[in-house]
């Protein structure tokens, strides 16, 4: 049976007698006082983000997780900002707003993960529909459905 540690700083599953995670490089934590039941659900917690993002990047060609902090997502939601900052956040067409032709991508656009969701929640209100016509009362799942539809495939389409 092979035992592994989780890392108390990025929550990788690691091999038990390793000193070092890795994944992150951080020193293991070997102090069974510390709540090894803790340790595992924190990671289990994290790996399960760290699998969701790297699963999301995998359709797209990339084989990384992306880290999420929304710390860093929403620090400057307080802060006081100018007219101009939030000016620019809107304008489109300027010097500043728009790249180079140099730095845009010759590569045809492929939404190909954005069609394949949009599809998916289409035949899916459909379904409901279907099933609500025949007597069997699903209203609630259909408006929850077409609530989320179109924000969350315009969510991949820009991602």
């Known amino acids: 049976m092979n035992k592994t540690i989780f890392c108390t700083h990025c929550g990788t599953?690691?091999?038990?007698?390793?000193?070092?995670?890795t994944h992150c490089g951080a020193q293991l934590v070997y102090d069974a006082s510390k709540g090894?039941?803790?340790n595992q659900q924190q990671s289990r917690r994290d790996s399960v983000i760290d699998n969701a993002t790297r699963t999301i990047n995998n359709w797209t060609g990339e084989n990384s997780?992306?880290?999420?902090?929304?710390r860093s997502f929403f620090k400057q939601v307080w802060k006081s900002h100018s007219q101009s900052e939030a000016e620019n956040i809107f304008i489109a067409g300027t010097?500043?707003?728009t790249p180079s032709?140099?730095?845009?991508?010759?590569?045809?656009?492929?939404?190909?993960?954005?069609?394949?969701?949009?599809?998916?929640l289409a035949f899916s209100l459909l379904l409901i529909a279907i099933?609500?016509?025949?007597?069997?009362?699903?209203?609630?799942?259909f408006m929850a459905i077409l609530s989320i539809s179109v924000p969350l495939t315009l969510m991949i389409l820009f991602l």
């Open 65 to 70: 997780s992306v880290p999420i902090n929304l």
């Open 131 to 141: 099933l609500n016509y025949l007597g069997i009362n699903l209203q609630v799942a």
């Open 13 to 21: 599953a690691n091999k038990y007698g390793n000193r070092f995670c």
């Open 101 to 120: 032709l140099s730095e845009v991508s010759s590569n045809p656009v492929q939404p190909w993960l954005y069609s394949r969701v949009f599809i998916g």
């Open 95 to 97: 010097p500043s707003t």
């Open 36 to 38: 090894a039941s803790q």
